[in-house]
């Protein structure tokens, strides 16, 4: 299994774990967790790593067809591995930036990932 298989399963937890931050408050009622959210201040980390969640799922939709299809077409492995590290990477640094408050650096990181995304189907195109 290829650096980059383990990556796409990497990607595949980071909605978990934006999660995980969002339910650290003691307010937290897991028999009514939409509620939960509802009521949380649009100010509050729990609510922007919500948000935060939401995104890696739509980020893990771009993500997935990229070093699925680039594994079909025997992509460079090496050159596969690089850009799904990025992305991860890059991901990694987007929650911390989310959990921040980090707008601007947030929005950086974000283009960072989809560059890597973009790099993978260059890559299926030039395979």
């Known amino acids: ?16 774990v934006a999660i995980s931050f969002a339910k650290t408050s003691k307010k937290y009622d897991n028999y ?19 948000w935060a969640q939401e995104n890696s799922w739509e980020a893990l939709m771009m993500f997935a067809p990229a070093v699925l299809l680039a594994t ?16 991860i990477a890059a991901r990694l640094v ?4 989310y959990a921040k408050n ?8 974000w283009f960072v990932g989809v560059i890597c995304v973009i790099g993978l189907y260059v890559a299926c195109a030039m395979a």
Request: with cysteine; hydrophobic share 50%.
């Open 72 to 87: 079909f077409l025997q992509v460079n492995s090496g050159t596969m591995n690089l850009l799904a590290g990025g992305f």
């Open 102 to 109: 980090l707008a601007t650096a947030r929005s950086s990181v």
């Open 1 to 16: 299994m290829l650096f980059a298989h383990w990556m796409l399963l990497a990607a595949t937890f980071l909605p978990i």
């Open 32 to 50: 009514q967790p939409r509620a939960y959210v509802e009521s949380l201040g649009d100010s509050t980390m729990q609510k922007r790593m919500v």
């Open 94 to 97: 987007y929650l911390w930036c």
